[in-house]
Protein backbone atom coordinates (compact mmCIF):
# COMPACT_ATOMS: atom_id res chain seq x y z
CA UNK A 1 0.00 0.00 0.00
CA UNK A 2 1.62 3.45 -1.33
CA UNK A 3 1.55 6.27 1.33
CA UNK A 4 2.32 9.68 1.72
CA UNK A 5 2.43 11.58 4.71
CA UNK A 6 3.19 15.33 5.12
CA UNK A 7 4.42 17.34 8.00
CA UNK A 8 6.06 20.65 8.44
CA UNK A 9 2.94 22.74 8.34
CA UNK A 10 2.04 25.66 10.64
CA UNK A 11 0.96 29.38 11.33
CA UNK A 12 3.56 31.89 10.48
CA UNK A 13 3.73 35.22 9.72
CA UNK A 14 4.54 36.90 6.42
CA UNK A 15 8.00 37.25 5.20
CA UNK A 16 8.47 33.91 7.35
CA UNK A 17 9.53 30.46 5.95
CA UNK A 18 8.63 27.18 6.51
CA UNK A 19 10.00 23.47 5.40
CA UNK A 20 7.53 20.83 3.96
CA UNK A 21 8.06 17.12 4.22
CA UNK A 22 6.45 14.42 2.57
CA UNK A 23 7.89 10.71 3.39
CA UNK A 24 6.49 7.82 0.59
CA UNK A 25 6.54 4.37 1.84
CA UNK A 26 4.98 1.33 -0.36
CA UNK A 27 6.70 1.75 -3.62
CA UNK A 28 10.17 2.70 -4.89
CA UNK A 29 10.62 6.67 -4.46
CA UNK A 30 13.10 6.83 -6.44
CA UNK A 31 11.98 6.16 -10.01
CA UNK A 32 9.13 8.76 -10.01
CA UNK A 33 8.50 12.58 -10.60
CA UNK A 34 7.12 14.03 -7.17
CA UNK A 35 5.03 16.98 -6.59
CA UNK A 36 3.45 19.51 -4.44
CA UNK A 37 0.11 21.16 -5.04
CA UNK A 38 -2.45 22.96 -2.29
CA UNK A 39 -5.45 24.60 -2.17
CA UNK A 40 -6.82 27.78 -0.05
CA UNK A 41 -10.36 28.21 0.65
CA UNK A 42 -12.69 28.54 -1.99
CA UNK A 43 -10.35 27.26 -4.82
CA UNK A 44 -9.48 24.68 -6.53
CA UNK A 45 -6.31 22.84 -6.24
CA UNK A 46 -3.08 24.40 -8.15
CA UNK A 47 0.38 22.84 -9.10
CA UNK A 48 3.36 24.35 -6.89
CA UNK A 49 6.13 22.06 -7.53
CA UNK A 50 7.24 19.33 -9.01
CA UNK A 51 10.94 17.46 -8.90
CA UNK A 52 11.82 14.20 -11.60
CA UNK A 53 13.44 11.01 -10.27
CA UNK A 54 16.87 12.41 -11.28
CA UNK A 55 16.96 15.19 -9.13
CA UNK A 56 18.08 17.53 -11.80
CA UNK A 57 14.70 18.11 -13.43
CA UNK A 58 12.52 20.82 -11.47
CA UNK A 59 9.45 23.03 -12.28
CA UNK A 60 7.42 25.39 -10.39
CA UNK A 61 4.07 27.69 -10.41
CA UNK A 62 4.80 31.14 -11.39
CA UNK A 63 3.32 32.28 -7.89
CA UNK A 64 5.86 30.70 -6.15
CA UNK A 65 9.25 30.95 -8.36
CA UNK A 66 12.44 32.32 -6.36
CA UNK A 67 10.80 31.61 -2.92
CA UNK A 68 10.02 28.02 -2.88
CA UNK A 69 12.34 25.34 -3.54
CA UNK A 70 11.20 21.64 -4.21
CA UNK A 71 14.00 19.13 -3.35
CA UNK A 72 14.26 15.18 -2.26
CA UNK A 73 16.57 12.65 -0.51
CA UNK A 74 15.81 9.23 -2.29
CA UNK A 75 17.54 7.85 0.44
CA UNK A 76 15.16 8.88 2.72
CA UNK A 77 12.26 8.17 0.69
CA UNK A 78 11.52 12.20 1.05
CA UNK A 79 10.12 15.11 -0.68
CA UNK A 80 10.91 18.73 0.82
CA UNK A 81 9.22 22.17 -0.06
CA UNK A 82 11.29 25.03 1.25
CA UNK A 83 8.73 27.87 1.43
CA UNK A 84 10.75 31.52 2.26
CA UNK A 85 9.23 34.85 2.01
CA UNK A 86 6.04 33.49 2.63
CA UNK A 87 2.58 35.92 1.88
CA UNK A 88 -0.71 35.42 3.20
CA UNK A 89 -1.78 34.28 -0.33
CA UNK A 90 0.30 31.29 0.03
CA UNK A 91 -2.40 29.89 2.78
CA UNK A 92 -3.51 26.40 1.65
CA UNK A 93 -3.36 23.15 2.30
CA UNK A 94 0.07 21.72 0.69
CA UNK A 95 -0.38 18.40 -0.81
CA UNK A 96 2.20 16.15 -1.88
CA UNK A 97 1.95 13.61 -4.45
CA UNK A 98 3.65 10.82 -6.74
CA UNK A 99 3.46 10.36 -10.51
CA UNK A 100 2.16 6.76 -11.16
CA UNK A 101 3.22 4.81 -14.35
CA UNK A 102 0.82 6.26 -16.26
CA UNK A 103 2.66 9.82 -15.49
CA UNK A 104 -0.32 11.41 -14.04
CA UNK A 105 -0.19 11.78 -10.09
CA UNK A 106 -1.60 8.80 -8.91
CA UNK A 107 -0.98 8.87 -4.87
CA UNK A 108 -1.90 11.62 -2.67
CA UNK A 109 -1.14 12.85 0.90
CA UNK A 110 -3.52 13.68 3.27
CA UNK A 111 -1.80 17.21 3.52
CA UNK A 112 -0.86 19.99 5.66
CA UNK A 113 -2.30 23.06 6.56
CA UNK A 114 0.10 26.32 6.31
CA UNK A 115 -1.36 29.90 7.49
CA UNK A 116 0.53 32.82 6.70
CA UNK A 117 -0.24 35.80 8.61
CA UNK A 118 -0.22 38.89 7.70
Known amino acids: QVQLVESGGGLVEAGGSLRLSCVVSGRTFSSYTMGWFRQAPGKEREFVAAIGWNVRSTSYADAVKGRFTISRDNAKNTVYLQMNSLKPEDTAIYYC???????????WGQGTQVTVSS
Open 97 to 107: ASQGTGGDYAY
